[in-house]
């Protein structure tokens, strides 16, 4: 248990060792995922909307798909008085800001580690966190309905230190993934790892939201999986002029092989605009625009752009609600 004043080395406890007091905040689809498969071995709260929590409380937190559970795990509405030993921000990046605030009395007494999509997340908690992991997940999973979602396609997890955290911190985290059934690995540069996880949402949210097909259909047929491929080099480039070092090819394959393994999930940015919300565009395909050298382009990345953008408007998507920053929007 950390307590206040603790260190980084504290909070290490050998491998293996037992249960862990874990703040999930946001409990959207891969919140949710997460917080249910971390509250098999460990004592998880997890901070959602009333709705959820409410049907989380009557019935338990239901996984289908891929992994089958039922999970019984704490629920707030709001940030509980209470001290953790880490906590998950597993938000939709457009909400961090929120979330950073809501978390305040955590700043210095805990463990950070971010799961969500889209650049900058890290780098918003960090300016006000002490110790920060970062963690980027290819979990497919869908947001059915308050209470229940669906697994729906295998991913890798991998999560890194940030800021103010050891390797061992890390190596930790990792472990208590891992014995929750989320099959994790540590990397040592997880900033390109962050990226990478961009360019890969870059190169098949978008199209699935203009499609509305699932993520398998955009490596379906040539022409489509051409698009994909050409959205990750293009993201590529990005990054590479941002001073992240992404190999083109390498990671136009790790997009299509991520379309595949999640074939049947629906991205999150077509969840998003399925249930007439605001995506991710600005924090995943946004964001690589504005890396991209001046006067480079991209045009793929510019198109999908600006249809996503097109789509949240012709859709009366809702703009993004004015929440209490004590709550934030807890969906991911
Ligand atoms: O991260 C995802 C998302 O939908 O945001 C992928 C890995 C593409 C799974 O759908």
Redesign the pocket.
């Known amino acids: 248990m950390v307590c206040k004043g603790a260190t980084a080395k504290d909070f290490t406890a050998p491998r293996g060792s037992g249960r862990v007091k874990i703040l999930v905040f946001g409990a959207g689809a891969i919140g949710s995922f997460v917080g249910a498969l971390l509250s098999i071995e460990n004592e998880v709260t997890l901070v959602a909307r009333a709705a959820h929590a409410d049907a989380i409380r009557a019935r338990g937190l239901k996984i289908s798909g891929r992994t089958t559970l039922v999970a019984h795990p704490n629920v707030a509405t709001e940030v509980p008085i209470a001290e953790f030993d880490a906590v998950f921000v597993t938000t939709k990046s457009y909400d961090t800001a929120n979330a950073v605030q809501a978390l305040q009395p955590l700043w210095r007494r805990t463990i950070f580690v971010t799961l969500q999509?889209g650049l900058g997340n890290a780098e918003a908690l960090s300016d006000a966190v002490d110790r920060v992991l970062a963690g980027t997940t290819?979990?497919?999973v869908t947001f059915v309905r308050p209470g229940e979602v669906v697994h729906a396609?295998e991913?890798e997890t991998v999560v890194g230190v940030v800021k103010g955290a050891v390797r061992a911190d890390a190596d930790h985290m990792a472990d208590v993934l891992n014995r929750a059934g989320i099959a994790t690995s540590v990397t040592d540069d997880v900033r390109r790892e962050l990226w990478a996880k961009a360019i890969?949402?870059a190169a098949?949210?978008p199209l699935t939201a203009v499609l509305r097909a699932p993520?398998g259909a955009v490596v379906a047929n040539e022409d489509l999986r051409g698009i994909v491929e050409r959205l990750a080099r293009e993201g590529a480039s990005a990054a590479n002029d941002a001073g992240v070092t992404v190999e083109g090819d390498r990671i136009a394959a790790k997009a299509v092989e991520?379309a595949r393994a999640?074939a049947d999930?629906r991205?999150?940015?077509l969840q998003d605009l399925e249930r007439g919300r605001q995506t991710e565009i600005e924090a995943i395909t946004g964001a690589l625009l504005r890396s991209a050298a001046k006067g480079r382009r991209l045009p793929y990345t510019e198109t999908v752009y600006a249809l996503v953008r097109g789509l949240e408007g012709s859709l009366a998507v809702a703009p993004k609600e004015k929440t209490d920053p004590r709550r934030g929007n807890l969906f991911k």
């Open positions: 999509n290819t979990h497919g396609g991913g890969v949402n098949i949210n993520n991520v999640t999930n991205s999150s940015m």
